[in-house]
């Protein structure tokens, strides 16, 4: 167990919804990243967040969002959903949020059918 | 795990045996590398790191090599277990170098396969 919680462990939604993926990061940890992981892109950066502020932006959609709040757990706001949305993401989270470890979560599994 | 695609390169070893798992590297400039190990259904989990200031650091039946001259990274798992089965990334950190951020960056991952 890494320390860090996701909820939900699975989520099934249809084309064109909003769905609100929740992380937890360890204690202690001030940055947050999120990660998508399909089959055919391996694992993605999409975001990352240092102790409430956005530090970095990766492969993320317009579609999608995220904020960390103040007490540093974060959410990943994906809406217009479409089939190709369908992947694991992750969130991961780490001490400073620069060259430390990042400790995983289990992941949220979504489905857009 | 159902992590990767189609194309991911599979390692097949006799429990007991050493298993050697390699990775090439995309950033000279990269500074910290770590290996994370990913069972079916689950998240990333960390194994190791490195930071570019060493060639070699060992771990618990585990040890990475870095050869920063050929950006090549290789993780050793010496008497491999049937719990070792599963799917193993390299990861490089870009840090400033990157995108200005210190996302880390993955390999496409090598499926590890125990042969009890």
């Known amino acids: 167990d890494s320390g860090v919680t996701q909820t939900p462990k699975h989520l099934i939604t249809a084309t064109g919804q909003r769905v609100t993926l929740r992380c937890s990061p360890r204690?202690?940890?001030?940055?947050v990243y999120w990660y998508q992981q399909s089959l055919d892109q391996g694992l993605q950066f999409l975001i990352q967040?240092?102790?409430?502020?956005?530090?970095a932006k990766g492969n993320i959609l317009e579609r999608f969002s995220a904020q960390q709040f103040p007490d540093l757990h974060s959410e990943l706001n994906l809406s217009s959903l479409e089939l190709g949305d369908s992947a694991l993401y992750f969130c991961?989270?780490?001490?400073?949020?620069?060259?430390?470890?990042?400790?995983f979560g289990p992941g949220t599994r979504l489905t857009v059918l | 795990g159902e992590s990767v695609g189609l194309h991911l390169p599979t390692l097949s070893v006799q429990e007991g045996d050493n298993s050697i798992i390699n990775c090439a590297y995309s950033?000279?400039?990269?500074?910290?590398f770590i290996w994370y190990k990913q069972e079916s259904g689950k998240g990333p989990q960390f194994i190791i790191d490195?930071?570019?200031?060493?060639d070699k650091r060992q771990g618990q039946r585990v040890t990475v090599l870095l050869n920063k001259t050929v950006k090549h990274l290789s993780l050793q798992i010496a008497a491999t277990q049937p719990g070792d089965s599963a799917v193993y990334f390299c990861?490089?950190?870009?840090?400033?170098?990157?995108?200005?951020?210190?996302?880390?960056?993955f390999g496409k991952g090598t499926k590890l396969s125990v042969i009890p």
């Open positions: 990861a490089e950190n870009l840090g400033l170098s990157g995108a200005g951020s210190y996302q880390l960056t």
């Open positions: 967040y240092y102790n409430g502020e956005e530090r």
């Open positions: 490195i930071r570019s200031n060493m």
């Open positions: 991961a989270s780490s001490v400073t949020g620069n060259t430390d470890t990042q400790y």
């Open positions: 204690s202690g940890d001030l940055s």
């Open positions: 950033n000279s400039a990269s500074d910290y």
